[in-house]
């Protein structure tokens, strides 16, 4: 069975960053594209870019551009998603998300709260 | 990028009673291989969203057959025959066709 285990919650400064970690286990990582969601308190989703594993080639949301930074590191077959200078708009829960043969998400990861305060 | 619009915002439902709920695309998901590139989530409270249909018609494994998924081009519409109380969430429609890939503004299955 497959999982995505997400790192855990952080509380962070704005302008600061932040890396969230997604630990594929159960199931084969380089080649599956693997997704970075992030849903705001009580809103919809919200797809911020991805990354092959096999190729290590990322692509960004362009409303992320500049900002995020999304790798894979093979030997641990795990993903991270960094985020540059934060601020309160960026509190929100982050997914990361397995693509599938069928362009879809089949396996999320639980999901990591980043929360954006002075 | 293409934008996903979905109705209703909520949908209270009796148990046992169907719902539907419609998601419209800005452009075709339909590719040259005729493929509708539009898949269907459900976020239960609390809970990370989960797969129920792919490509547009087809149910993610364990998915209950009292789901159905169809339509095609810019027009789709997710079915639950009848709902029962563990179908509570919020369900999303997501296009796949191309990057970035966006989703509906989500649609509130709740029990009257």
């Known amino acids: 069975q497959v999982h995505l285990v997400q790192s855990g919650a952080e509380v962070k400064k704005p302008g600061s960053s932040v890396m969230v970690s997604c630990k594929t286990s159960?199931?084969?990582?380089?080649?599956?594209?693997i997704n970075w969601v992030r849903q705001a308190p009580g809103q919809g989703l919200e797809w911020m870019g991805w990354i092959i594993p096999f190729l290590g080639t990322p692509m960004y949301a362009q409303k992320f551009q500049g900002r995020v930074t999304i790798t894979a590191d093979k030997s641990t077959s795990t993903s991270y998603m960094e985020l540059n200078s934060l601020t309160p708009e960026d509190t929100a829960m982050y997914f990361c998300?397995?693509?599938?043969?069928?362009?879809?998400?089949?396996?999320w990861g639980q999901g990591t709260l980043v929360t954006v305060s002075s | 990028d293409i934008v996903m619009t979905q109705s209703p915002l909520s949908r209270p439902v009796t148990p046992g009673a169907p719902a539907s709920i419609s998601c419209r695309s800005s452009?075709?998901?339909?590719?040259?291989?005729?493929?509708?590139?539009l898949n269907w989530y459900l976020q239960k409270p609390g809970q990370s969203p989960q797969l129920l249909i792919y490509l547009g018609s087809n149910r993610a494994s364990g998915v209950p057959d009292r789901f159905c998924g169809s339509g095609s081009g810019t027009d789709f519409i997710l079915k639950i025959s009848r709902v029962e109380a563990e179908d509570v969430g919020v369900y999303y429609c997501m296009q796949a066709l191309q990057a970035p890939f966006t989703f509906g503004g989500g649609t509130t299955v709740e029990i009257k």
């Open positions: 998300a397995r693509l599938a043969q069928g362009n879809d998400f089949d396996y």
């Open positions: 452009q075709s998901l339909l590719h040259r291989d005729s493929t509708n590139y």
């Open positions: 159960g199931g084969p990582f380089n080649s599956y594209t």
